[in-house]
């Protein structure tokens, strides 16, 4: 069972704490495969990046090993057939479903100190099972985006030279609520993240740990993690995801997938 390896942060993400979400992206990247017969560019923003290298696996996605549509994908395509014994199974790579996958603020290396990662395991497995760009060379396109920001503060003064206006409303919150200002808050996040609060990053990930061996590596200054400023309900037009954002690291995107962007 996976419980024991989750209290002992030996979890893999395909167990209890995680495994959810790794089977409701490969529902969703087949469902949206077969309905448009492309190869599919996934984005995964935060966890959701490190979780979309656990689903891509080690370049295996489904072995199906039904009886008489054995061989053949959901488009009727014929697929590659492993031969074990007697028994012929239908596999299905993640090269033929994923044409690049995106992560953008997604945390890709362990903490300084793996015992206090607190997924319990699960983001040290995914990096040593599927470490970097691990199926580059199958066809699939890596990029990583990642935003340099706030750099963490352990006291409550702010460096507000690449502020917008939302952070500074939020350090008006931070400041009233407690937490002192944004600076302050991005360093315990990215302690918890990465062991050390004063360093760089989008305020909730450290910029250094967004990047993946063997990826196209994107760094983009002012860009905040979410769509609020963190902690709060104050919105902002500089995550990865506004408008102006997105123009910094689709076009790369779609190069990665092999996508005419002019289409």
Known sequence: MDIPRFYTGNALPTGLGYGWYVQRLKETVDRVYEESGEKVLLVGHSAGGWLA?????????????DDENEGIDGRGERVEEEQSGNDRKAVIRTADRISCLVTIGAIHKVPADPATCVTRGVLKNTDQLYPGALLRDEGVGYVTVGGSAIMGVEGKNSDKSNYSSSLSDADDLYSV??????????????????????????????????????????ELDGVIHSINEAGTTIPTDKWYGSDGVIDQWLPTALKEAGIDSDD
């Open 53 to 65: 290298r656990a689903a891509m696996s080690d370049g295996v996605w489904c072995d199906n090993s």
């Open 177 to 218: 609520r407690g937490e002192g200002s944004a600076s302050k808050v991005a360093y315990t996040s990215y302690k918890s993240v990465c062991g050390e609060g004063n360093v760089i990053g989008d305020g909730v990930v450290p910029l250094a740990w967004t990047g993946l061996d063997g990826a196209k590596n994107i």
